[in-house]
C-alpha cells in the first residue's frame, strides 16, 4: 500500500465551481498533516496546514479523519490562478520517519 | 520574507562527474533537507540534517551522495559520480522545529545527467 495515496485526476472544473480532494494515509502514527500546491516545474508551496479540528483558510478548507486515515482539501469558488498540483504531506514521526512523505499530487484545472 | 536560496538553478553534468547542489536554508531554521523529484513522480525524501549531522536518510540516499553544512549558512548535497537516473529536480528546504512545522522549499536545481 502506498504511503500516502491520492486521485491524480485531472479535475478539470469551472471558475467558480466547488472541488474537492481527497488523500489517504497508510502510518496510523503520523502527526503532522500538510497540503501543498506544485505549479509546474515549480517548488511545493505550503497551501496549509491540517488540524484534527479541522481548519479553514478562505476559500480553503482542510479536514483531517484520524479514524479512517482520511485528509480532505475543499476549494471553494475556484479561480484561475488555483491551477496546480496539489500535494498531500504527511510526517511518520513516530515510526522514526520523520522526514516528510509525499502524495503523488492531484492536478486541478480551473477553466474560464 | 525570508526564503530558501538554491544555485544553480539548472546543472548539466556528464555521467560519472561529480556535482555539489547549494542551499541557503531560511536563517533561523534548524532543520534542513534534501528532496528530489524525478520529471511527472513526487517528491522523494533523501535526507535531513540537524545540528550538523544527518538525522535521516532514505534508501536513495547511498554511499554517492554526502551533505555538510562547510558555514553557517551553506547547505550542500555532493553526488559523487553521477548516474542517469539521478537526473532530476533536487529541492532543498528547511523548516524551524522539524517535520511537525511546515517545511519552506528553495526553487530547485534541476540536474540534467548527460
Known amino acids: 500500500r502506498k504511503e500516502v495515496e491520492q486521485d491524480p485526476g485531472p479535475f478539470n472544473v469551472p471558475e467558480g465551481a466547488t472541488v474537492a480532494f481527497n488523500c489517504t494515509y497508510s502510518n496510523s502514527a503520523s502527526q503532522s498533516f500538510f497540503w501543498y500546491r506544485q505549479d509546474c516545474r515549480k517548488e511545493p508551496k505550503l497551501l496549509m496546514s491540517?488540524?484534527?479540528s479541522g481548519n479553514e483558510d478562505g476559500r480553503f478548507t482542510a479536514q483531517l479523519n484520524r479514524a479512517s486515515q482520511y485528509i480532505s482539501l475543499l476549494i471553494r469558488d475556484s479561480k484561475l490562478s488555483d491551477s496546480a498540483t496539489y500535494l498531500c504531506?504527511?510526517?511518520?514521526?513516530?515510526?522514526?520517519?520523520?522526514?516528510?512523505?509525499f502524495g503523488s499530487g492531484t492536478r486541478l484545472q480551473v477553466q474560464p | 520574507e525570508p526564503e530558501v536560496t538554491q544555485t544553480p538553478s539548472h546543472q548539466v553534468t556528464q555521467m560519472g562527474q561529480e556535482v555539489i547542489l547549494r542551499c541557503v536554508p531560511i536563517s533561523n531554521h534548524l532543520y534542513f533537507y534534501w528532496y528530489r523529484q524525478i520529471l511527472g513522480q513526487k517528491v522523494e525524501f533523501l535526507v535531513s540534517f540537524y545540528n550538523n549531522e544527518i538525522s535521516e536518510k532514505s534508501e536513495i540516499f547511498d554511499d554517492q551522495f554526502s551533505v555538510e553544512r562547510p558555514d553557517g549558512s551553506n547547505f550542500t548535497l555532493k553526488i559523487r559520480s553521477t548516474k542517469l537516473e539521478d537526473s532530476a529536480m533536487y529541492f532543498c528546504?528547511?523548516?524551524?522545529?522539524?517535520?511537525?512545522?511546515?517545511?519552506?522549499f528553495g526553487q530547485g536545481t534541476r540536474l540534467t545527467v548527460v
Open positions: 528546504a528547511s523548516s524551524q522545529q522539524g517535520s511537525n512545522t511546515e517545511a519552506f
Open positions: 504531506v504527511v510526517n511518520g514521526e513516530d515510526t522514526g520517519r520523520r522526514a516528510l512523505t
Open positions: 491540517v488540524y484534527s
